[in-house]
Every structure is written in structure tokens, then in C-alpha cells.
């Protein structure tokens, strides 16, 4: 499996990204999808988590009304659309994908998640 993760840049505040995640060996049917970050000095945290079964999204609350978790099938990719962007939002964004359809705060527990992609930097200016 690999998950290949890219549409990270530099935005100033209020501005938008899409950042995808195309997987490979993983089929978007079944499991959890799910991206991350990490910001300098701080531990990786969950910010939005899709079950492939069911088709539910979910988002942790700084990010609610402002990012949108998508898939498309037959691409194989989830998308994490960022709109009204903070500096806050900065940190390396990594997806993640699990076998198990995850259910509530285990979504959003990295040790959950049986494979990573490598990261994407945002960095959001002031």
C-alpha cells in the first residue's frame, strides 16, 4: 500500500487548498481514510476522518465549516478541501488509511491507522 500525498503550499489567511491523497494497494470501498498534521513541536493531530464503508465524514472541531473530506472512487484519492485558512492551520498534512471501519475517537488516534503517506507542508501567512 501507498498513499501519496501532495497539494500542500503557502496561502495567506483566508485563502484555500485542496490537498489529495491517491492511494495505491488500498481500495476506497472499505476502512477509514483520514488526514493528519503536525506543526513544529507539537504531536500529530487528527483533523478529518472518512469511513469508505458508509461514506461519513467527520471533522474535529477547529476545523468544522472550513474543511471538507472527499473521495473519488475511481481515482482512488480523498481530498481535504481547506477553505478560510488560519495560521494555525499550519503544519505538515499526512493522510492515513486503515482497514478497520473506525468508529468515534478511535478515528482520530494515529496507532489506528496501518499506513501513512509522507506529508504535505501548509504554511498560512498572517
Known amino acids: 500500500v501507498q498513499l501519496q500525498a501532495s497539494g500542500g503550499g503557502s496561502v495567506e489567511t483566508g485563502g484555500s487548498l485542496r490537498l489529495s491523497c491517491a492511494a495505491s494497494?488500498?481500495?476506497?470501498?472499505?476502512?477509514?481514510m483520514a488526514w493528519f498534521r503536525q506543526a513544529p513541536g507539537k504531536e500529530r493531530e487528527a483533523v478529518s476522518c472518512i469511513r469508505l464503508d458508509i461514506g461519513r465524514s467527520y471533522y474535529v472541531e477547529s476545523v468544522k465549516g472550513r474543511f471538507t473530506i472527499s473521495r473519488d472512487n475511481a481515482k482512488n484519492t480523498v481530498y481535504l478541501q481547506m477553505n478560510s485558512l488560519k495560521p494555525e492551520d499550519t503544519a505538515k498534512y499526512y493522510c492515513?488509511?486503515?482497514?478497520?471501519?473506525?468508529?468515534?475517537?478511535?478515528?482520530?488516534?494515529?496507532?489506528?491507522?496501518?499506513?501513512w503517506g509522507q506529508g504535505t507542508l501548509v504554511t498560512v501567512s498572517s
Open positions: 492515513a488509511a486503515s482497514r478497520r471501519n473506525l468508529i468515534t475517537s478511535s478515528r482520530y488516534v494515529t496507532t489506528n491507522y496501518d499506513y
Open positions: 494497494g488500498f481500495t476506497l470501498n472499505s476502512g477509514s
